[in-house]
């Protein structure tokens, strides 16, 4: 099983982007997923996290107003949608799965994570 982001890249402040996290090897399973990022010399940050359901969304303080967290189960993908985008959005942007369906706002729990795409905005 293996979880695999893309759609990283570089922007410019206030661009969007969208990051988009693929689950091979099965389908998704009843856990909620979460998407974080990491920053050179900081530790990793909760970015946001949905439920299985869908129904409930969690975001950062950082990103709240500005990112959307969303999931395709027919397609087995997780997406970020990212808008207004800021210098201190920069980072390695990781998806992963939590071992439940309930939603953590930090690392622990999420047993399943992707290997990161880059995201680079500039001023």
């Known amino acids: 099983v293996q979880l695999v982001e893309s759609g990283g890249g570089l922007v410019q402040a206030g661009d969007s982007l969208r990051l988009s996290c693929s689950v091979s090897?099965?389908?998704?399973?009843?856990?909620?997923l979460g998407w974080f990022r990491q920053a050179p010399g900081k530790e990793r940050e909760f970015v946001a996290a949905?439920?299985?359901?869908?129904?409930?969304?969690v975001y950062g303080d950082s990103v709240k107003g500005r990112f959307t967290i969303s999931k395709d189960d027919r397609k087995n993908m997780l997406y970020l949608q990212m808008e207004s985008m800021k210098r201190e959005d920069s980072g390695i942007y990781y998806c992963?799965?939590?071992?439940?369906?309930?939603?953590?706002?930090?690392?622990?729990?999420?047993?399943?994570w992707g290997r990161g795409t880059q995201v680079t905005v500039s001023s």
């Open positions: 949905i439920s299985w359901s869908g129904d409930t969304r």
């Open positions: 992963a799965e939590h071992a439940s369906d309930v939603i953590v706002e930090d690392e622990v729990g999420y047993g399943l």
């Open positions: 090897g099965r389908s998704f399973s009843s856990y909620a």
